[in-house]
């Protein structure tokens, strides 16, 4: 099989790529995944938050012009407007955050900043400990979608334009040619690499990928077959694990995969929809690092355990993370939590760089590997502007309506331009 652009991972980055080539009217556009359906894949396992509140304007831009996308299809992506509430209790974070307001707020974003006392008089349901506040900020233009329907309609989108996709294609390998001099105006190519993705020699970095080569597992079959794939260009749009694909065609990657848990919370109480209904709460980010939500006749709620050692870990801790990081944290902020209970949870990974922003672009050292992964917390917010902007460098090679320069793996070359997002829940 060829591919005129094959993209490795069919999450929500890579679903949005193929929607946003397909409307440029390229052809012959494929998606490989080994799981469609997605039970590892982070698009399914998140929270369904979507700000444009960052700190740089590549993300704010960003996810700015996704929640506009997201606004459109309001009803069929269950978007709503129910603004983010930020509770501060460290003055030093405050203060850095009521530094980045005029910038946001320069961007539309409409950024207030709120004495702990009009928040408890906004929010009547969060009625304790708000004296131990600094301050908040409400954004209302930010809010909450659902991201499965996004990633589904990117998919009919890219499918009516004719894009592929390919199930249970585990991406194990690539064939590589290696450029060692120049004969003339040619290129001469020396060598053929053929590296596998797990476990293998790194491949020479300083060429052109050919071919990808997967394991296709058939269904109700045992084993699996191999398939090789050629390809013009090729994007690395595998999430959390697109270092292991990186570091086997020799480009070091800085991502680590990091478990994030969600727990499904149960308010028992006979009044709490109407209570829900009126405390016109969309997403709450509590000074204690737990941030919640009203989801369905539940609450959603996600705390980061600190020092959590990265890995492939998909554990949800139950009862015990509930009972210890959930529960006291809840009933901490509001009353109306003081008797709820736990209903499942589960854990899902981000991928995390050192400056908490996402990696995208030409991949350096090739003419023909592109990238866009590592989107720690922000994927889902940020998968419209960040298809589309791909979908323009693959095919005419520079960037046009969306500019992510600012997001090229070679910032990591110097701190200074780091895209250092430090209110990363
Ligand atoms: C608990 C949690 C809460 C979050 N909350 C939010 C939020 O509120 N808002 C927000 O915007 N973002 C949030 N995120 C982050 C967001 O979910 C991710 O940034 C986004 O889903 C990343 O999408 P992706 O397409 O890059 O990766 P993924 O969705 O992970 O897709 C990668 C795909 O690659 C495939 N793959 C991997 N290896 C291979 C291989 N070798 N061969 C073939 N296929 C392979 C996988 O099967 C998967 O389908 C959260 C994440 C988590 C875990």
Redesign the pocket.
């Known amino acids: 099989m060829h591919a005129n652009v094959l993209i490795?991972?069919?999450?929500?980055?890579?679903?949005s790529l193929a929607a946003a080539l397909a409307t440029r009217g390229v052809k012959d556009v494929v998606v490989?995944?080994?799981?469609?359906a997605?039970v590892?894949?982070?698009?399914?396992?998140?929270?369904?938050?979507?700000r444009a509140t960052w700190w740089h304007p590549v993300n704010i831009e960003t996810c700015s012009a996704t929640l506009r996308f997201f606004a459109e299809h309001s009803e069929r992506f269950g978007f709503r407007k129910s603004g983010y509430l930020w509770l501060y209790d460290d003055a030093g974070l405050y203060a850095k955050a009521m530094s980045v307001q005029e910038l946001q707020n320069r961007h539309g974003l409409g950024v207030e900043s709120l004495a702990p006392t009009d928040a408890a008089s906004r929010f009547p349901l969060l009625d304790r400990n708000l004296s131990e506040l600094v301050g908040a900020t409400f954004s209302p233009s930010d809010g909450l979608v659902n991201?499965n329907a996004v990633r589904a309609y990117y998919r009919e989108q890219a499918e009516c334009g004719g894009v592929r996709f390919c199930n249970r294609?585990?991406?194990?390998g690539v064939r590589t040619e290696r450029v060692t001099g120049r004969g003339g105006s040619q290129r001469r190519v020396a060598e053929v690499d053929v590296v596998a993705?797990a476990k293998g020699d790194v491949a020479d970095s300083a060429g052109q990928i050919r071919s990808v080569l997967?394991q296709h597992r058939v269904p109700r079959d045992e084993g699996t077959e191999d398939v090789t794939l050629s390809c013009d260009s090729v994007v690395n749009?595998?999430?959390?694990?697109s270092a292991?694909?990186s570091a086997k065609v020799g480009v070091p990657d800085m991502t680590e995969p990091v478990r994030?848990?969600?727990s499904l919370v149960d308010v028992h109480s006979k009044d709490w929809p109407e209570a829900q209904e009126r405390s016109g709460l969309g997403m709450v980010v509590d000074a204690s690092g737990l941030y919640f939500h009203p989801e369905g006749p539940h609450i959603l709620a996600?705390y980061s355990t600190p020092n959590e050692a990265p890995g492939f870990d998909f554990e949800y801790d139950g009862d015990e993370f509930f009972q210890e990081q959930v529960w006291p944290r809840l009933a901490h902020r509001a009353s109306a939590f003081e008797a709820c209970g736990h209903v499942r949870g589960w854990?899902?990974?981000?991928?995390v760089t050192p400056d908490c922003s996402g990696i995208a672009g030409a991949v350096p050292g090739f003419s023909n590997l592109y990238e866009?992964?590592s989107?720690?917390?922000?994927?889902?917010?940020?998968?419209f502007a960040v298809g589309r902007a791909l979908a323009a460098l693959v095919t005419t090679g520079r960037y046009d309506e969306f500019d992510l320069g600012p997001l090229t793996r070679t910032r990591f070359g110097a701190p200074e331009r780091w895209v250092q997002e430090e209110l990363h829940i």
Not at 40 to 50: H, I, K, Q, R, V
Not at 347 to 351: I, V
Not at 375 to 383: I, L
Request: hydrophobic share 45%.
């Open positions: 490795l991972g069919g999450g929500i980055i890579g679903t490989v995944d080994l799981d469609l997605g590892y894949a982070s698009s399914e396992l998140n929270a369904g938050g979507a991201p294609h585990y991406v194990a993705v997967t749009c595998l999430g959390a694990w292991l694909f994030r848990q969600i996600g854990a899902g990974l981000y991928a866009a992964h989107f720690t917390g922000r994927g889902v917010m940020q998968s």
